[in-house]
């Protein structure tokens, strides 16, 4: 189930702080306690900051130094002392259930949690979660653990407004784009680092971590230039790993149809002020088709130094996928193979109180082998040989705010050097170069371009009120001495403590990926003279909260011009990249999260349910009979439906998640030539699951159904997959 917090129900400054313990609390206004949303073992009671002192404050008093969120995430916790009461309450007995509710009521917590003043990355500087106007999503471990899937591309699928398009299973491979943009223009951030690939987007989720390591997926919907520089065009999603407060271990097994597998572990490792995590995890299925059989493997460290005003972190990790790429980028040749391997690492720090000062370096490495005829097997005669691309992603930067009388002002920089190495991307070089752990690959071309930008923010707030306004300048080496300016502001208005205004309008621009500037293959043609895309949008929304729902109402109209798509027209034999003028997208959004057990406390069978519904339509600026593979291929209607719920027994649970796909526009049969519209299709996925202690056990089932249906072209998805999954969590 998938809830969304972009800002909370409480009126400005009411702080809440969970722990371990399974605790929360709920306050209604900025004076006095409100009565607890339900009985449970353990209840931690948000504390307003009062005026004076209450006789229940002045018995449970105890003030808390230690930050269970880091600087990375988009939602971490104000450096101050915060003082928490804790009460002990009733043991819970209701239908003999007592067990299974104080595991699920964590659950309730981690899901339904409402952070009133935390920090924000929607925008540059620290902003609290009430006050900004953007749409943030979040996607808590709780939901992680409750929903049917095993990758973090199926786990997208059911984020509003995002469209994954994918063609391996269980995330070998995957296209995620957001509002109908394309999969080039979402960035991808790990802890708040840049891993975008230049390459191409259908790397862009090659993270060196899986599903179990992720603590959770924040995702900041439509563009975030302002806030993240250049590429982030249509929306950006960070992915948080490691945020346990206790030392830990945990080991996960996964078996299922197919020859599917995976073996995980992972440890959280405390010594003084240095907190360690380590994650490693093996993979491998041999198929649901002939040709989609895969391998992977992960490897993740990161570790946290905590000082006195500072705090630095180093993060590096690893993965390798090998796999069968039936049809992936043409169902003229079902027997491709793709083999990939990338490098990361990164050090940031984050120093002061007043002046808050944030620097970080990065490096990612990414190699990529392509085989057309895997192991050349049955190849065409003129096919000459094997894809082979390296890319280097180096880059540095700085973010330093400060808050004073009139609001807070945030200045910084950053410079990103992107490079290729290819036989087939870039220009060519005067000497081959060998390719590093290929037999036979060798580089004949190259290409390297950097990017430098400068921006400068400033913020206002007042009670209900709230306003940020700002400017990136940014200049990149393949387009010579052009200078790019990226302006935004967006506002946001309490008219009572539950219901809320926001607003926005922001510019965005994207600069093309290698792929698009150079690739050309038997059915592809690259164009190395596009230009940037640039978007302006706008988007206002209202928001509704109480203690039992969370619901919001908004929608986005965005100008998109010279964006790129690879497409052709009729009679072209082959797809080229080009720009195209000008297309104009309209987009509804609506998502409600409602939580039974605080609006029917009392029962113990219904306990979330989640409804998300969004609407895109665009204006394409085309030639008549233009065929898009990505651009206009957008999602029109898209519904999901989640529903989490007891099953009458102890530690028993059980989770649904409905959707419904209805995408604009159509493919082209390989074999006949007939243009055949996508139809749209409803997917049902089903979890239970078991929980005792630190043991969970669950059995799932996606595709429920068994539809027929297809993400992009011929390409059609596995039917129904029946999985089985053990996971231990030993608290040290």
């Known amino acids: 189930m998938i809830m969304i917090l972009n800002n909370v129900s409480d009126p400005p400054n009411v702080m809440m702080l969970t722990d371990a313990t399974d605790a929360m609390a709920t306050y209604n206004n900025a004076t006095q306690f409100v009565k607890l949303q339900k009985q449970t073992k353990f209840l931690s009671i948000k504390i307003v900051k009062m005026r004076k002192m209450t006789f229940m404050e002045s018995l449970s008093q105890l003030t808390f130094k230690r930050w269970t969120h880091t600087s990375y ?65 979040v996607l808590s471990r709780a939901q992680i ?53 230049p390459q191409t987007g259908h790397h862009a989720l090659n993270l060196p971590v899986d599903l179990q390591s992720i603590e959770r997926v924040e995702i900041l919907q439509g563009p975030a230039a302002r806030v993240y520089g250049p590429n982030a065009f249509s929306g950006a999603i960070n992915f948080i790993t490691g945020t346990a407060s206790s030392d830990k271990v945990s080991a996960s097994v996964l078996g299922g149809d197919h020859g599917l597998y995976n073996l995980g572990a992972s440890a959280t490792l405390s010594s003084g002020p240095v907190k360690n995590f380590i994650a490693a995890n093996k993979g ?9 059989d895969f391998n992977a493997l992960n490897l993740f460290y990161h570790g946290r130094l905590h000082l006195s005003n500072e705090q630095i972190a180093f993060q590096a990790g690893y993965t390798e996928k090998a796999f069968g790429a039936n049809s992936f980028y043409s169902a003229r040749y079902p027997n491709q193979f793709e083999e990939t391997r990338t ?48 890319t280097d992603v180096v880059g540095a930067g700085v973010n330093s705010s400060y808050p004073w009388v009139l609001g807070t002002t945030s200045v910084g920089g950053e410079m990103r050097g992107e490079s290729v190495w290819s ?34 923010e400033h913020t206002y707030n007042s ?13 990149n080496s393949q387009i010579g001495y052009r200078i790019d300016w990226f302006p935004g502001i967006d506002i946001s208005y309490w008219f009572t403590d539950k219901l ?9 621009l994207r600069m093309p990926t290698f792929t698009d500037l150079f690739y050309s293959g038997p059915s592809n043609v690259g164009n190395p003279y596009l230009k940037p895309e640039e978007a302006t949008t706008i988007e206002t929304g209202l928001r509704y909260r109480q203690h039992w729902i969370d619901a919001q109402l908004g929608g986005f109209y965005r100008i998109g011009e ?138 799932e089932a996606t595709n429920l159904f068994d539809k027929r249906y297809a993400d992009l072209s011929e390409l059609f998805q596995p039917g129904r997959w029946v999985k089985v999954g053990l996971v231990l969590d030993l608290n040290l």
């Open 423 to 456: 036989n087939v991307l870039g220009n060519l070089m005067d000497e081959p170069v060998k390719a590093p752990g290929e037999k036979d690959g060798y580089f004949t071309r190259h290409f390297h371009r950097n990017n430098a930008s400068l921006f400068f």
């Open 343 to 390: 490098y990361f690492s990164a050090l940031s720090m984050e120093s002061g109180r007043a002046v808050r000062v944030r620097p970080n370096v990065y490096w990612r490495r990414h190699h990529d082998r392509f085989e057309l005829f895997r192991g050349g097997q049955n190849a065409e005669s003129w096919y000459t040989g094997h894809n082979y691309h390296l």
């Open 145 to 197: 653990e409750a929903m049917p899937v095993q990758s973090v591309q199926e786990l997208l699928r059911y984020a509003m407004s995002v469209d994954v398009r994918q063609r391996g299973p269980l995330g070998m491979q995957a296209d995620v784009s957001m509002r109908g943009g394309s999969f080039d223009q979402v960035m991808i951030l790990l802890n708040g680092i840049n891993i975008t690939d």
């Open 73 to 137: 995430g988009a939602f971490n916790t104000l450096k101050r002392e915060v003082k928490i009461g804790f009460l002990l309450t009733a043991y819970f007995s209701c239908l003999g259930a007592h067990l299974n509710f104080a595991h699920a009521e964590t659950d309730s917590i981690n899901t339904k949690i409402r952070l009133e003043e935390v920090e924000v990355s929607a925008r540059r500087g620290a902003s609290l979660y009430s006050e900004v106007g953007r749409v943030v999503t």
């Open 562 to 699: 010279n964006l790129i798509d690879w497409g052709r027209i009729p009679g072209e034999p082959r797809y080229t990249t080009s720009n195209i003028n000008r297309v104009e997208a309209i987009g509804l959004e609506f998502s409600s999260t409602i939580s039974f057990w605080s609006l029917l406390p009392m029962q113990q069978f219904l306990h979330n349910m989640n409804i998300n519904y969004s609407y895109i339509t665009q204006d394409k600026k085309a030639d008549e009979g233009y065929e898009s593979v990505y651009v206009l291929d957008h999602l029109r209607h898209k519904l999901n439906l989640g529903l989490e719920h007891g099953v009458g027994f102890e530690k028993l649970s059980m989770s649904w998640n409905f959707q419904y796909q209805d995408r604009v526009g159509g493919y082209t049969l390989s074999a006949t030539g007939k243009h055949v519209p996508y139809a749209p299709f409803w997917l049902t996925d089903t979890r239970l699951t078991w929980r005792h202690n630190y043991i969970r056990i669950y059995g």
């Open 500 to 508: 809320k205004w926001m607003a926005a309008w922001n510019r965005s």
């Open 463 to 475: 009670r209900n009120f709230s306003a940020s306004a700002g400017v990136l300048m940014n200049r």
């Open 284 to 292: 491998g299925s041999d198929g649901y088709i002939s040709n989609t």
